[in-house]
Nanobody, 126 residues
Framework: QVQLVESGGGLVQAGGSLRLSCAASGRTSSRYSMGWFRQAPGKERESVAAVRWSGGSTYLADYADSVKGRFTIFRDNAKNTVYLQMNNLKPEDTGIYYC????????????????WGQGTQVTVSL
């Protein structure tokens, strides 16, 4: 089992920044895919960013088109923590942000993720 705990959410004005953290514990692995998802009121959960092991010490990240150039996902394996740096936030970024972990090296779909955190609220005001 893997436990995930998110932190760093809050209220911020449009154009501002937040950094979310996700601390993992339990049977973690540096080869696990790690992802950030969000869910806005009345909408389905969507993938925001993911970082996947690509061999050796290399990781590859990918992003939803809506956040490219504004969000950065990175991980610190020594701390078992994955981060989401969010810059130039927009009101449409508002939602509950979830961290997730997958034992699949090439996890791509929401259903590929085995473990989920409880979520942290991000609210972006005008």
């Amino acid at each position: 089992q893997v436990q995930l705990v998110e932190s760093g959410g809050g209220l911020v004005q449009a154009g501002g920044s937040l950094r979310l953290s996700c601390a993992a514990s339990g049977r973690t692995s540096s080869r696990y895919s790690m992802g950030w998802f969000r869910q806005a009121p009345g909408k389905e959960r969507e993938s925001v960013a993911a970082v996947r092991w690509s061999g050796g010490s290399t990781y590859l990240a990918d992003y939803a088109d809506s956040v490219k150039g504004r969000f950065t996902i990175f991980r610190d394996n020594a701390k078992n923590t994955v981060y989401l740096q969010m810059n130039n936030l927009k009101p449409e970024d508002t939602g509950i942000y979830y961290c997730a972990a997958s034992s699949l090296v090439r996890a791509t779909r929401t259903g590929d993720y085995d473990y989920w955190g409880q979520g942290t609220q991000v609210t972006v005001s005008l």
